[in-house]
């Protein structure tokens, strides 16, 4: 995951590596077109209308069958996300006729729905009053994080200030409320104070910490509140990232505008998939909306569902006006380790798996370390760049997934055995490190 921690960021590598991938037959041509023409009709008839309608009846059904709240005892946890199939189209040829035929028939069916239905004034005006209906219930699981922190002045005197920004209810439990918030919004300070939806406000205290991502989960006990207003309550639920495509329509909830409860309207512009981090990699949606992710910006999709949060760690002069959102379905056994007090195990490496292509040339398999990152585990252990790590305490490392999945099974301060294969002028040498993880 990206190094937020000043000097020992760098920008990413830019080697690049051929991928392969293996995926399932594709569907035969014409019953794939017919899926597409259906696709398009659908959209065209019923478009945003009835989708959000549909989020509607769902937002009201699940408000009055409620959710069952965790047993004090039992640790939080959050469903993992696969990924989706992939559609990529077989690079076996097709007849040139039957193709044409099947593109035709598509183009006359999405043409024929078209002609037969208009969108109107009402049409508009009932789908946007659905999104503030949406954004409204969004917002009732946003807080106010108030920070007091000592500041000195220009003669040395120690001054308090305030900083606020916004968090989401992501847990519940009888002893607690957890919740989701910047990290710079609540380091360094003296005191923290929740003020929630309702206007009730509750001392809170930093559950768990994650460095890397400028993220924290906050602990507000329940016996602090109004036991009427805790059972009003609800969490954000965690939505599947995997699923979202480029033009969807989302909306912005926390402080997208720099001020707490402020919404915002917009669509995923561009989908990054396999994006370096320290740690592994991740997929990063950015938006043509504005957002600030140093005081908390959060992502939802027309299910009322969070997809992702604001950063600013793939900021450049080419997306200046446009927002970064991280993954939520990446992040979810790392989010589900700081909401049980846990800490995540740091390693320090940014790397990229080594295709088949890249074997074939006489690289060995594993991951490809683009940068130790200065001052982290791994570079003080003294794996460097340019290092490929085949294996992790004796398991096999050959995908980045693999190494994710590993690490996320590791605790920090563990001590773990890394074996690299390291470029000499005539071979690739095996070397063996042992590293000692931290927390992030």
Known sequence: MPDTNGTNRKPPDKRNFMREKIVKPPLPRRRLAAR?????????ICGAVAGVSFVLAKGAASRLTGQETPDETTPISFTRDELEPSTEESTEPAGTESVLQDEKWVEEQVAKAIAEHSFSAED???MYGALRDLARRADEKIVTVHSEKQRMDWFGNAVENTDQAAGIIIAKTPREILIFTSLASVSDNEAIEVVFNSGDSAPGIIRQTDQIMGVAVISVETSALPAEKVNDLEPVELGNSYSVKQSDLVLAVGS????????????????AKNVQTTDGNTRVFYT???????????????EGKMIGWGTDDFKNENSQDMTAIYSISDYKPQLERLTNGRSIAYFGVRG?????????????AGIYVADAVAGGPAYEAGIQNGDIITAIDGSAVRTSKELQTQLENLE?????????????????????YHVNLRAR
């Open 36 to 44: 597409l023409a259906v696709l398009l009709i659908l959209a065209a």
């Open 124 to 126: 508009m005006a009932s």
């Open 256 to 271: 997208p505008a720099g001020i707490v409860h402020s919404t915002n309207y917009g669509n995923i512009s561009y989908v």
């Open 288 to 302: 043509d909306m504005a957002g600030n992710a140093s005081v908390g910006t959060f992502i939802i999709d027309l």
């Open 352 to 364: 990229q798996e080594v295709s088949a292509a890249m074997i074939g040339q006489g690289m060995p």
């Open 412 to 432: 920090s301060g563990q001590e773990i055995t890394v074996k690299v294969r390291r470029q000499s002028r005539e071979e690739y040498k095996e070397l063996e």
